[in-house]
């Protein structure tokens, strides 16, 4: 019975006090919409209206060429360039120039070697031992901290840090790694961005830092399949390579 008093049906769009129902009798009761918005469902004596709008930003995570739409879904981008691959991030994401702070793969980054010269940068770090430095990196404040290894008790403050960090390595004190701190180092003063998603075993996604780089011609398209053979470098390779393809949203990737 209440269904025959409604006055609108499913994609309306109705304005703000827009009648949604009315009454019978001597003294009809009039409903009306209280916000503007798009009628979605309908039925039961009710009406669910969806109001407002939302945006959802969703970042490249990296500079390079759309080669691909995917309808309803994201799209492929390919770059190429160098990639580094690590073992914890932080969720954020963010690009600047990569400004490096260490001296060899043992280094240690301290609340003193961050100055005003580092801001809007992505520094490579080191190791860090103390919250005292996340903090004092984020009142620069920079755009990203790659480091070899982090003390989990220093975890929840970088999880707390509105710029993303990356840890290479693992926890604890801990060097970077040969290959990553020998492309990360001779790639100072380029622009690099810090993808410090968190790593998920059945996507595939991890957090990683890739770096563009000139090449002579563009990197072949990327296979459907992969035949294996013994000797193909597989989950083990290294942690560093050439050329990326990125499938968006973030949620889906492949490298």
């Given at each position: 019975?209440?269904?025959?008093?409604?006055?609108?049906?499913?994609?309306?769009?109705?304005?703000?006090?827009?009648?949604?129902?009315?009454?019978?009798?001597?003294?009809?009761?009039?409903?009306?919409?209280?916000?503007?918005?798009?009628?979605?469902?309908?039925?039961?004596?009710?009406?669910?209206?969806?109001?407002?709008?939302?945006?959802?930003?969703?970042?490249?995570?990296?500079?390079?060429?759309?080669?691909?739409?995917?309808?309803?879904?994201?799209?492929?981008?390919?770059?190429?360039?160098?990639?580094?691959?690590?073992?914890?991030?932080?969720?954020?994401?963010?690009?600047?120039?990569?400004?490096?702070?260490?001296?060899?793969?043992?280094?240690?980054?301290?609340?003193?070697?961050?100055?005003?010269?580092?801001?809007?940068?992505?520094?490579?770090?080191?190791?860090?031992?103390?919250?005292?430095?996340?903090?004092?990196?984020?009142?620069?404040?920079?755009?990203?901290?790659i480091v070899s290894s982090i003390f989990p008790?220093?975890?929840?403050?970088?999880?707390?840090?509105?710029y993303p960090i990356l840890v290479t390595d693992?926890?604890?004190?801990?060097?970077m790694n040969s290959a990553a701190y020998k492309?990360?180092?001779?790639?100072?003063?380029?622009?690099?961005?810090?993808?410090?998603?968190?790593?998920?075993?059945?996507?595939?996604?991890?957090?990683?830092?890739?770096?563009?780089?000139?090449?002579?011609?563009?990197?072949?398209?990327?296979?459907?399949?992969?035949?294996?053979?013994?000797?193909?470098?597989?989950?083990?390779?290294?942690?560093?390579?050439?050329?990326?393809?990125?499938?968006?949203?973030?949620?889906?990737?492949?490298?």
């Open positions: 019975m209440a269904d025959r008093l409604i006055k609108c049906k499913v994609d309306d769009r109705l304005s703000a006090t827009a009648e949604v129902a009315v009454g019978r009798g001597l003294f009809p009761r009039s409903v009306r919409a209280p916000r503007e918005g798009r009628v979605v469902a309908v039925g039961g004596g009710q009406v669910l209206m969806e109001v407002g709008e939302t945006k959802l930003e969703l970042r490249a995570g990296m500079p390079g060429t759309v080669t691909q739409v995917i309808p309803s879904r994201g799209v492929v981008i390919q770059t190429a360039g160098g990639l580094v691959q690590g073992v914890w991030g932080n969720g954020r994401m963010d690009t600047g120039l990569l400004v490096n702070l260490m001296e060899s793969p043992e280094s240690v980054l301290t609340v003193g070697r961050l100055d005003v010269s580092l801001r809007g940068s992505i520094i490579l770090a080191g190791m860090v031992k103390d919250a005292e430095t996340l903090q004092a990196a984020a009142d620069l404040p920079v755009r990203g901290l008790s220093v975890l929840q403050k970088a999880r707390e840090m509105r693992g926890f604890g004190a801990l060097p492309l990360l180092s001779t790639s100072a003063k380029r622009e690099a961005t810090v993808n410090a998603e968190a790593y998920d075993r059945y996507t595939g996604a991890r957090p990683e830092i890739i770096i563009p780089l000139p090449v002579s011609s563009e990197p072949p398209a990327p296979r459907e399949v992969e035949t294996l053979a013994p000797g193909l470098a597989g989950a083990d390779a290294p942690p560093a390579r050439h050329g990326h393809d990125r499938f968006h949203p973030r949620h889906q990737t492949g490298g």
